[in-house]
Each structure stands twice: as structure tokens, then as C-alpha cells.
């Protein structure tokens, strides 16, 4: 089962960027879909942004035009670039892997977005 680890989380201004990176370790990282969720207090864990292994993306309404996940399997790494960030962006990010059925989640990295 691949493990992943989640990092470049952090305090921003509003209308500031971030750049998360998800770090898997174990093979066969080319073939697995992978997601950004997130989960703000007293909410839900929401998807944000998925990939497929053959590089197509999703994003929930709310990051549309603002989010951008990538992904770059020579690193076995996936990336979610934030832009234009909002107050209401601040929650633990997630990142998951999907396979077979088989779901795997990183420990979570915070983003608080503030003045």
C-alpha cells in the first residue's frame, strides 16, 4: 500500500498563493488516481482537485480558475497549486491515492488564510 506525506502547507494572506506537494513512496505511483481533499473545522472532507493516471483533472466549483493540480510521476509526487486564496480556503489539505479500490491518505497539511 503506497504512503503519502503532504507538505507546503501554511499561513497566506488572502489573494496569496500556495504550493502543496504529495510524496509517495512504493511502486507503481504512474497508476494510481490522486486527489487533494480538504476538511475546514466543524465540516465535511471535501474533494477539491483530482487527476487520473492519465493526467485528467477534476476540481470542485468553489477552486475552479484558481486551483491546479498536477502531477509528476518521475517523483512520484502530486502537486495542487493555490492562487487567489480566500479565507474560506483554510482548512487541513489532504492528499489521497485511489487504486483497485484500495484508498490511501496522507496525514494532512494545514492552510490558514489571513490578515
Known amino acids: 500500500q503506497v504512503q503519502l506525506a503532504e507538505s507546503g502547507g501554511g499561513l497566506v494572506q488572502p489573494g496569496g498563493s500556495l504550493r502543496l506537494s504529495c510524496t509517495a513512496s512504493?511502486?507503481?505511483?504512474?497508476?494510481?488516481?490522486m486527489g487533494w481533499y480538504r476538511q475546514a473545522p466543524g465540516n465535511q472532507r471535501e474533494l477539491v482537485a483530482s487527476?487520473?493516471?492519465?493526467?485528467?483533472?477534476s476540481y470542485a466549483d468553489s477552486v475552479k480558475g484558481r486551483f491546479g493540480i498536477s502531477r509528476d510521476n518521475t517523483k512520484k509526487t502530486v502537486y495542487l497549486q493555490m492562487n487567489s486564496l480566500k479565507p474560506e480556503d483554510t482548512a487541513v489539505y489532504y492528499c489521497?491515492?485511489?487504486?483497485?479500490?484500495?484508498?490511501?491518505w496522507g496525514q494532512g497539511t494545514q492552510v490558514t488564510v489571513s490578515s
Open positions: 487527476i487520473t493516471s492519465r493526467g485528467v483533472t
Open positions: 512504493g511502486s507503481g505511483f504512474s497508476t494510481y488516481a
Open positions: 489521497s491515492s485511489q487504486r483497485l479500490g484500495s484508498t490511501s
